[in-house]
């Protein structure tokens, strides 16, 4: 049996460049726009999951109504939640302490953000609920519109990649990348390709 997910990046969102994790931010125009045209080659899913923050689960409506598609808001899907540096550039941050940075992006699991989310508890999470979608319907095609870190937590546990090695994995604004699994002999085989980004 073969089941077919897609994982979609939200777009662009309005405000300057920050950590925005668990930040309720909504779409720009133009970010919109990105995941239309990433979409528009696409209406083979038969069902949408969303994350509950505005700039995933707004365009899930959209997208449901305009296909009668059923969307689903799950909770574990949301981005993590980066605690004090919610809202914060990364020059903002450095100012404050030049070497915070560096220990989360060398070093992710030991090096939580102040009042952050742990990554070890947001992979544990995102990997429950992503048990949940496999474990479910694996006839029809489904849609899942999320968050970057989300997206690369599914497939650095897909792919057999360290959750330290996160950042290496490339997932651009409004990118979609669709995962294949296959049961055979009792075993899941994972092929995921890549629907380049908005032109």
């Not at 997208?63 to 808001?73: N, Q, R, S, T």
């Not at 302490?97 to 102040?114: G, H, I, K, Y």
Request: aromatic share 8%.
């Amino acid at each position: 049996m073969t089941q077919v997910v897609g994982l979609l990046r939200h777009g662009q969102v309005d405000g300057i460049d920050c950590f925005r994790g668990s930040t309720n931010t909504v779409l720009s125009q133009s970010g919109t726009q990105q995941m239309w045209q990433t979409m528009a080659s696409y209406s083979q899913w038969c069902k949408i999951l969303s994350s509950p923050l505005a700039r995933c689960a707004e365009f899930a409506r959209q997208y449901g109504e305009k296909h009668a598609l059923p969307v689903e808001i799950v909770p574990s899907f949301r981005e993590i939640d980066f605690g004090a540096w919610e809202g914060r550039s990364s020059e903002e941050i450095y100012a404050e302490d030049p070497t915070a940075l560096s220990r989360f992006w060398q070093a992710p699991l030991t090096n939580t953000p102040p009042q952050g989310e742990p990554l070890a508890c947001f992979q544990a999470r995102v990997i429950s609920a992503w048990n949940g979608v496999v474990a479910g319907d694996r006839e029809n095609p489904i849609l899942v519109i999320t968050h970057a870190g989300v997206i690369r937590i599914i497939l650095s546990h897909l792919l057999n990649r360290p959750v330290e090695k996160l950042l290496e994995l490339s997932v651009p604004h409004a990118s979609l990348h669709n995962v294949t699994l296959s049961t055979q002999d009792a075993t899941i085989h994972c092929h995921v390709s890549e629907q380049p980004a908005y032109e």
